[in-house]
T-cell receptor
Framework: GAGVSQSPRYKVAKRGQDVALRCDPI?????LFWYQQALGQGPEFLTY????????KSGLPSDRFFAERPEGSVSTLKIQRTQQEDSAVYLC?????????????FGPGTRLTVT | AQSVAQPEDQVNVAEGNPLTVKCTYS??????LFWYVQYPNRGLQFLLK??????LVKGSYGFEAEFNKSQTSFHLKKPSALVSDSALYFC?????????FGSGTRLSIRP
């Protein structure tokens, strides 16, 4: 079946621009996660949704980062006024069950480069 | 706080030889551990998980992991490596609601 999809796969933004990254989770998956993966490092948690509710946003690095999942399926991660340190791969993951109860299925990621 | 450590940045193994990728953990409470693999330009793929029960966990692609409570380790193993196993491997631990990943170990299998 279809896995988690993300778009765009690559995004180049000039410093100061706003960007929006999209995630389509596996159909029926309750939980959705966003992670940030810097070059040569492991993914780091940004935020978590259970259906449409954002239950944890403790990993968002600044108030320039905003995520939403208004209908409990597709999610968008928005970064305002991008900075060079925002350059990373942004990974989306979904899980069939409530957070922490099962494995997460990851999308291919969006590679963001801020110039 | 939950954490995992992967002491090796890179592991090199000849095809056909056994492989081990090391991971140690630090948790409060019972550990809930994972291994994921990342191929170039692809997302992370789940390999296996340990919740409770048998200390030897079997997963995808012939991989297995050994949970050792006394040594707080969760090493990934495979009896006979394939060139196609070359990838980046992450050990991870549950810290509700998220997963905390290690820094990764690059596995390189030479023909």
């Amino acid at each position: 079946g279809a896995g988690v999809s993300q778009s765009p796969r690559y995004k180049v933004a000039k410093r100061g621009q706003d960007v929006a990254l999209r995630c389509d989770p596996i159909s029926g998956h309750v939980s959705l996660f966003w992670y940030q993966q810097a070059l040569g490092q492991g993914p780091e948690f940004l935020t978590y949704f259970q259906n449409e509710a954002q239950l944890d946003k403790s990993g968002l690095p600044s108030d320039r980062f905003f995520a939403e999942r208004p209908e409990g399926s597709v999610s968008t991660l928005k970064i305002q006024r991008t900075q060079q340190e925002d350059s990373a791969v942004y990974l989306c993951a979904s899980s069939l069950v409530l957070a922490g109860s099962g494995e997460q299925y990851f999308g291919p990621g969006t590679r963001l480069t801020v110039t | 706080a939950q954490s995992v450590a992967q002491p090796e940045d890179q592991v090199n193994v000849a095809e056909g030889n056994p492989l081990t990728v090391k991971c140690t953990y630090s948790v409060s409470g019972n550990p809930y551990l994972f291994w994921y693999v990342q191929y170039p330009n692809r997302g992370l793929q789940f390999l296996l998980k340990y919740i409770t029960g048998d200390n030897l966990v079997k997963g995808s692609y012939g991989f297995e992991a050994e949970f050792n409570k006394s040594q707080t380790s969760f090493h990934l193993k495979k009896p006979s490596a394939l060139v196609s196993d070359s990838a980046l491997y992450f050990c991870a631990v549950r810290s509700r609601p998220k997963i905390i990943f290690g820094s990764g170990t690059r596995l390189s299998i030479r023909p």
